[in-house]
């Protein structure tokens, strides 16, 4: 059954007449995100420090936003979360995701890092897959004054943001510095896919199939592409020696059976993976904590694994 709160947000929506993203151009639809997110987050929470950083990542100035745990001084050595904003590549920001973050930082007491990777369509792939790399290599090269163990950084993100936290995992296999962890939270694992939640939860639960193709057609040059797996991580030739991963999915998510089917391959390649399925619940509900209480649950999982995978 349907979370009633999440059905009660649903038909707010429909009473509301709220347009249907792919109906929107990219602007507008960034403006109206900006605008929905306030209206369901809840306030954020007080942090012992919020820095705003400019990083040069390979000739692109992408902004980062640093957050410290409540309690944690300025020189305290902290693990850390490099997080990616969800929104399609096209929509959001480090201020949609604010209080998402800080919930994250003071639950698990990692320092996180907010990356405002680039968006299409005036950035198409791979900029944001690239901006999300060198983030993630920019923080553990900067870990001495950033105050963290680069030897406990994960990634993550939600929807978009956690497909590309999985692409950072497969493209820092084997490299010198890797992802200690990575927080899957709903993620986007195929372009263009076909699965049964993506016909079942097509329509009616916010996120819609034709959402998705708006969003992949604005992110990818062409159809091809979908099939490099910097934009489906899910057709990696291999998915052996990848780092640990939670990956939590919603019942109601067209997104749903590719998160099931990514943590699934993790498994089968003999890396380790926690699966958590929200079953009543709907894509994005993890940043809706004002009207969902799940919301609150599903911050409080990922937490417990960051604390769980990334304890000293």
Request: hydrophobic share 40%; aromatic share 8%.
């Amino acid at each position: 059954m349907l979370d009633p709160q999440a059905k009660a947000l649903l038909q707010l929506m429909v009473d509301r007449g709220v347009p249907p993203v792919n109906t929107l151009p990219p602007q507008e639809a960034r403006d109206f995100y900006v605008l929905r997110k306030a209206l369901t987050q809840p306030e954020p929470p007080v942090m012992s420090h919020v820095h705003d950083h400019l990083p040069d990542l390979g000739g692109v100035k992408v902004p980062v936003r640093e957050y410290r745990p409540a309690g944690a001084s300025a020189t305290d050595t902290l693990p850390a979360l490099v997080y990616y904003h969800g929104g399609g590549w096209v929509i959001g920001n480090i201020e949609t995701h604010d209080v998402l973050c800080r919930q994250l930082s003071n639950a698990s007491g990692c320092a996180v890092f907010s990356v405002d990777y680039r968006l299409a369509p005036e950035h198409v792939f791979p900029a944001a897959y690239d901006d999300a790399l060198a983030a993630f290599q920019w923080v553990v090269s900067q870990a001495a004054s950033l105050h963290i163990d680069p030897r406990r950084v994960a990634v993550g993100g939600d929807s978009a943001g956690g497909n590309l936290a999985a692409a950072v995992c497969l493209g820092a296999r084997g490299s010198e510095h890797v992802p200690a962890f990575q927080l899957l939270i709903y993620p986007a694992t195929l372009m263009y896919p076909d699965t049964p939640s993506y016909h079942a939860n097509a329509e009616g639960y916010g996120l819609t199939a034709q959402a998705m193709h708006w969003f992949m057609d604005h992110y990818l040059p062409t159809r091809e592409h979908g099939n490099d797996w910097r934009a489906s991580p899910l057709k990696a030739s291999s998915h052996a020696g990848l780092p640990p991963a939670l990956v939590l999915t919603a019942g109601y998510d067209p997104l749903k059976d590719e998160g099931y089917q990514y943590a699934d391959a993790l498994s089968a390649a003999g890396g380790v993976a926690e699966y958590v399925c929200f079953e009543r619940q709907i894509h994005g509900f993890i940043t809706m904590g004002r009207v969902m209480r799940e919301a609150l649950s599903g911050v409080e999982v990922c937490a417990q694994a960051l604390r769980r995978y990334l304890a000293k």
